[in-house]
């Protein structure tokens, strides 16, 4: 397949808390283009159904499809940003709570199928960098670079909490580093996409680099790939 088929698309899947979010928003500025946090909608999914209660049932399927989730590209901070009535999902999504249900919710073929069809609709020829689980083997399997993040569970966990501790959300080491890794196994093992890593990914182990080590790291990947006018608007 020549270069020419690719879709001018960053994919970052990989470890729950291994860094893809800094490394999506630090490719989205440096190319300008918008950083998208598949995850997001799944949370949101989640957040949506276990607040009404409900499980996968017969009226399931018709309520997600009526969600009418909402997207807006900001092209000053480069990210696109979602809505649900007008308000952006961000300010409900990254609770405790969220993260220990969202593998169940996000394993569900149904909800699977319709956060595909919609992130697929964001594209539009736009060149964008999206991170996720699925989104160089499934979303987006003909991206121009996929990248594969892991990192030591360790790691992962101090860093995750400092994450939510900065946002305000109270949280205890022992219990991120069980949901990390819970949800890393739902997750790969789960029938519908796995996590998993694409044959054609790069994976990066950023578990002894510094974050700006990590960044440098992935652009010149970009840049050995000759792939940097893919994301030029
Ligand atoms: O990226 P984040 O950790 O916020 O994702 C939350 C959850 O959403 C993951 O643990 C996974 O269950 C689900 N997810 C997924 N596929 C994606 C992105 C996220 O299944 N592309």
């Not at 020419?4 to 893809?20: F, H, P, Q, Y």
């Not at 990390?180 to 739902?186: A, G």
Request: with cysteine.
């Amino acid at each position: 397949m020549g270069l020419d088929l690719k879709e001018n698309v960053i994919a970052i899947d990989g470890w729950a808390g291994s860094g893809k979010g800094s490394l999506t928003k630090a490719l989205a500025k440096t190319f300008k283009i918008p950083a998208i946090d598949s995850g997001a909608i799944y949370r949101f999914i989640t957040y949506y159904f276990d607040a009404q209660n409900q499980i996968e049932n017969d009226g399931f399927l018709q309520k997600l499809q009526a969600l009418n989730l909402k997207y807006r590209i900001d092209n000053v901070l480069h990210q696109v940003c979602f809505y649900y009535n007008n308000e952006n999902i961000e300010n409900y999504i990254r609770t405790p709570k969220i993260s220990e249900h969202v593998s169940y919710f996000s394993a569900l073929k149904s909800v699977r199928n319709y956060t595909t069809q919609f992130l697929r609709t964001i594209q539009n020829f736009t060149p964008l960098v999206m991170d996720g689980r699925d989104i160089g083997t499934c979303v987006y399997p003909k991206a121009v670079i996929k990248f594969f993040i892991v990192a030591d569970i360790k790691m992962r966990t101090e860093r995750r909490l400092k994450q939510l501790l900065a946002k305000g959300i109270t949280c205890e080491y022992e219990d991120i580093y069980h949901n990390l890794l819970q949800r890393d196994k739902i997750d790969s093992h789960r029938d519908f996409c796995p996590l998993t890593k694409a044959h054609d990914a790069y994976q990066i182990d950023n578990t002894n680099i510094t974050e700006s080590e990590f960044i440098e790291h992935a652009k010149n990947y970009i840049i050995k790939q000759n792939a940097t006018h893919f994301f030029i608007k």
